[in-house]
C-alpha cells in the first residue's frame, strides 16, 4: 500500500532511470543543465549551422584572396596574351603575340618592367591596402556571414541560460513534491493508527455511529492526499526526464 511504502535509495533510483540525480544540489543541478544542454536538438542544429557557416567564412576568404591575387596579374596577362599587328612603312604586317612579348623581356628588359609595374602596379597597391573591388565585395559578404554567426551564437547562449532556469526549476519543484508526499503519508499514517484505535472503541460500545463515519471520512482524505501528492511527484520526475532527455525516449 502506498502510505506505507518507504521511498528508500533503491526505490528512487529505480524511478529516476538515465537521469544521474534528482535533488536541488548545486553539483546535481549543475549536472542535469548539462546533460540538458548537451542533448537538446535546437542546440545541435544551431551549433551544427555555426560551424557551416564558419567552414563557409574560411573558404570565402581563401576564395577572396585568390580572387584578389588573380586582379592584380589579369591585366599584365591579357596585355601578354593580346595579339597586336603593326606594318611599317614598305613591309609586311607584324603580329605580336605571347612569345614575342616573353622574347621581349630578354630584348628590352627596362622597357618589359615599365610595362609590367604600368600594368600591376595599381592592382597590386589596392589589394595591399584592401581597397579591391572584388575584395570588398566579399569582405561584405564574410561580414554578413559573421553578424549571421554572432546572431545564432546569441540565440544559442540565450536558449542554453533558458534551459538552466528551467532545470533548477524543476529540480525544485520535484524536492517540493517529495517533500509533499512524505508529509501527507505521515500525517496518513497518523490517520489510519487513529482510525484503528476508535474502530477498536467503537466496537466496545464508546462513540457512535457518526463520529465512527467522520473518523473515516478523515482517514479517506488522508489516502487521497497520499495519492494525489505521489502522482504529482511522478509528473515532476517525468518532466525532469523529459527536459534532461528530448525526444530520447526511456531504454
Known amino acids: 500500500m502506498l502510505i506505507q511504502t518507504r521511498i528508500n535509495d533503491d526505490l528512487w533510483r529505480s524511478m529516476r532511470g538515465r537521469l544521474p540525480c534528482a535533488d536541488s544540489s548545486a553539483a546535481c543541478v549543475l549536472q542535469l543543465q548539462e546533460r540538458a544542454i548537451s542533448n537538446n536538438p535546437?542546440?545541435?542544429?544551431?551549433?551544427?549551422?555555426?560551424?557551416?557557416?564558419?567552414?563557409?567564412?574560411?573558404e570565402a576568404r581563401s576564395a577572396n584572396q585568390t580572387a584578389v591575387n588573380l586582379s592584380i596579374f589579369r591585366p599584365l596577362v591579357q596585355q601578354f596574351l593580346t595579339v597586336t599587328v603593326t606594318q611599317e612603312e614598305g613591309q609586311p604586317p607584324r603580329r605580336r603575340g605571347l612569345i614575342e612579348n616573353v622574347l621581349g623581356i630578354f630584348t628590352d628588359p627596362i622597357g618589359s618592367i615599365n610595362d609590367i609595374l604600368g600594368l600591376v602596379g595599381i592592382p597590386l597597391l589596392e589589394g595591399l591596402t584592401g581597397t579591391n573591388q572584388a575584395a570588398q565585395r566579399n569582405s561584405i559578404l564574410i561580414g554578413d556571414l559573421q553578424t549571421k554567426v554572432a546572431q545564432l551564437e546569441q540565440g544559442k547562449a540565450e536558449l542554453a541560460l533558458t534551459i538552466r532556469d528551467k532545470i533548477t526549476l524543476a529540480t525544485l519543484d520535484f524536492e517540493q513534491a517529495s517533500r509533499e508526499f512524505q508529509i501527507?503519508?505521515?500525517?496518513?499514517?497518523?490517520?489510519?493508527?487513529?482510525?484503528?484505535?476508535?474502530?477498536?472503541?467503537?466496537?466496545?460500545?464508546?462513540?457512535?455511529?457518526?463520529?465512527?463515519?467522520?473518523?473515516?471520512?478523515?482517514?479517506?482524505?488522508?489516502?487521497?492526499?497520499?495519492?494525489?501528492?505521489?502522482?504529482?511527484?511522478?509528473?515532476?520526475?517525468?518532466?525532469?526526464?523529459?527536459?534532461?532527455?528530448?525526444?530520447?525516449?526511456?531504454?
Not at 535546437?42 to 574560411?58: A, F, G
Not at 479517506?220 to 526526464?241: F, G, I, M
Open 42 to 58: 535546437t542546440l545541435r542544429t544551431l551549433t551544427s549551422s555555426i560551424e557551416e557557416i564558419n567552414e563557409k567564412i574560411d
Open 184 to 251: 501527507s503519508q505521515e500525517i496518513a499514517v497518523r490517520s489510519e493508527q487513529q482510525h484503528e484505535i476508535f474502530t477498536l472503541s467503537y466496537r466496545f460500545g464508546s462513540g457512535n455511529t457518526q463520529q465512527f463515519l467522520a473518523q473515516q471520512n478523515t482517514l479517506d482524505r488522508s489516502r487521497a492526499s497520499v495519492y494525489r501528492e505521489w502522482t504529482k511527484v511522478q509528473r515532476q520526475l517525468e518532466l525532469l526526464k523529459i527536459m534532461v532527455f528530448p525526444q530520447q525516449p526511456e531504454e
